[in-house]
């Protein structure tokens, strides 16, 4: 039987998982997947949960405030409003305590 992704958090729409045939941590919401070293994953953890939506946010021209996050990938960018912002960062910092929890248990 193929093996399936460990959950670390799920959301609606926002999953973050570890993937089975290696250690990278996938995060994806709606059609947006992301795909992570466990080392990077923590960066990306610490640094957006650092960010401050109301200093950074701009309003779009729809009226609704969001913060833009560039990627690696300079014409990707990412764009949350401030509850999927929320959402997110808790999902992020589920995510990194399991991951912490499954390294103690079974490294
Ligand atoms: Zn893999």
């Known amino acids: 039987m193929e093996k399936t992704n460990t959950i670390l958090s799920?959301?609606?729409?926002?999953?973050?998982?570890?993937?089975?045939?290696?250690?990278?941590i996938i995060l994806y919401?709606?059609?947006?997947?992301?795909?992570?070293?466990?080392?990077?994953?923590?960066?990306?953890?610490?640094?957006?949960?650092?960010l401050d939506f109301n200093k950074r946010s701009i309003?779009?021209?729809?009226?609704?405030?969001r913060m833009v996050i560039n990627t690696q990938q300079k014409e990707v960018q990412m764009c949350f409003q401030k509850s999927e912002f929320k959402t997110i960062c808790?999902?992020?910092?589920?995510a990194s305590v399991m991951l912490e929890v499954n390294d103690i248990l079974y490294t």
């Open 90 to 94: 808790y999902a992020l910092e589920e």
């Open 59 to 65: 309003t779009f021209a729809d009226g609704t405030e």
């Open 29 to 50: 919401h709606k059609n947006l997947l992301l795909k992570f070293s466990p080392k990077s994953f923590q960066k990306f953890t610490s640094t957006l949960i650092d």
């Open 10 to 24: 799920r959301r609606k729409n926002l999953s973050i998982e570890r993937c089975s045939c290696c250690d990278n």
